[in-house]
């Protein structure tokens, strides 16, 4: 039964990477279901109060991390408020229109029409939707380092 159960959490922690390229999968909820399974079903004294402290605060900042960088790098790129937001709701309906294309192209199309409806040159547009995919490159990479960092904490619980 334990192996099944490791098999499990070994299952979801690679759910959780496959959830940066699909984010119909719920990255962080794919890692608290590893977490919480190994807890209560295989050791329940490994994990403290300090190890889920950490998990929460790198949680929350693996689900923002998205939006804060689009909106610094379409901000970066010139673009506009309406821009940075555009960029953020852009992806939000990106996930679910085309994934995982969607989450690059939506936030891009939409910062570009926003930009354009705001009386923005076709070329401050374009460098607007392209701080918009920066933005999303580099909270994809940051997202990633978040979650091995996550793994590795785990993984130290585990032999300390």
């Known amino acids: 039964m334990e192996t099944l159960l490791w ?12 959830g940066l390229v699909f984010p119909i999968i719920p990255s962080s909820i794919a890692l608290w279901l590893a977490f919480v399974i190994y807890h209560f079903f295989i050791n329940q004294s490994e994990l403290t109060l300090v190890f889920w402290l950490m ?25 506009s408020k309406k821009g940075e937001y555009a960029a953020m709701v852009g992806l939000l309906f990106g996930v679910f229109i085309w994934p995982p294309i969607g989450i690059i192209i ?5 910062v570009m029409l926003v930009e354009l409806a705001e009386q923005r040159s076709f070329k401050e547009a374009f460098y607007s939707s392209i701080g918009s995919l920066i933005g999303f490159l580099s909270g994809m990479a940051i997202k990633v380092i978040i979650q091995l960092l996550m793994l590795v904490i785990f993984i130290v619980y585990l032999i300390i």
């Open 7 to 18: 098999l499990l959490v070994i299952v979801l922690f690679a759910l959780s990477f496959i």
């Open 55 to 79: 998990m929460t605060v790198l949680t929350a900042i693996l689900i923002v991390s998205d939006f804060i960088a689009s909106r610094y790098f379409v901000n970066r790129f010139g673009g």
């Open 106 to 110: 939506v936030p891009f199309l939409t």
